[in-house]
């Protein structure tokens, strides 16, 4: 079973910035591909981010291309998630997730092609 772990969430100013970190355990195939999704109260889940490839693929939702970046740490089965110019629309629960490795993911991310969540790191960003 895949455990997953979330962290760096917190309290910004309107145009600051955070960095998201999450990490994988139990997971045993060899190109795990993780994303992150985000969850306002009354908001449907939305993808956000996916990193794919070996970290050389990545997507981004429209609404916070040029300003979020993910990445990985291959050894530490970890991915990142760095937010710059926050506002406060940016404000939600952040989830990182593991895609199902039976599964071929779509754009824009989907939540059932992914198996293993963290639970979640909040983000709250003040005008």
């Known amino acids: 079973e895949v455990h997953v772990v979330e962290s760096g969430g917190g309290s910004v100013q309107a145009g600051g910035s955070l960095r998201l970190s999450c990490s994988a355990s139990g997971s045993t195939e060899s190109d795990i591909r993780m994303g992150w999704f985000r969850e306002a109260p009354g908001m449907e889940r939305e993808g956000v981010a996916y990193?794919?490839?070996?970290?050389?693929?990545?997507w981004y939702a429209d609404s916070v291309k040029g300003r979020f970046t993910i990445s990985q740490d291959t050894a530490k089965r970890s991915v990142y998630l760095q937010m710059n110019d926050l506002t406060p629309e940016d404000a939600s629960t952040y989830y990182c997730?593991?895609?199902?490795?039976?599964?071929?993911?779509?754009?824009?991310?989907?939540?059932?092609?992914?198996?293993?969540w963290g639970p979640g790191t909040r983000v709250a960003v003040s005008s």
């Open positions: 990193i794919y490839s070996g970290g050389v693929g990545t």
């Open positions: 997730a593991v895609a199902r490795e039976t599964r071929f993911v779509k754009f824009p991310l989907r939540s059932a092609d992914f198996g293993a």
